[in-house]
């Protein structure tokens, strides 16, 4: 993930993509991000580090929350990206790291 001060490389076999899925961040959403840890927050854009409304960690690089997509990790840690188009984004990975 190349973003800001927050890129990492996470090795495909730490991806878990048949667990991938596009989200809703809507007010009452699990996934919605609560509590930025360390991370940049402003309106349209989240990048970094936070605690979700269920209470897991994730890596954030969130443009358009419309376009959600979370993939969870066998790292303490789930990302959520909004990729530019969520349905070809989430068959690459699926393919790639296709497990649960």
Known sequence: ???DFY???IPVSDLRGGAA???ELGADSEFRPRWRTLGTGMPGYSAGWFRLRNGEKALLYLTDRTK???IPTRLDYSVLVSPDDPEAFLSAI???????
């Not at 699926?94 to 649960?100: H, T």
């Open 68 to 70: 959600a997509v979370y």
């Open 94 to 100: 699926r393919s790639v790291a296709p497990g649960q």
């Open 7 to 9: 890129g990492r490389t």
């Open 1 to 3: 993930l190349s973003g």
């Open 21 to 23: 899925r596009r989200v």
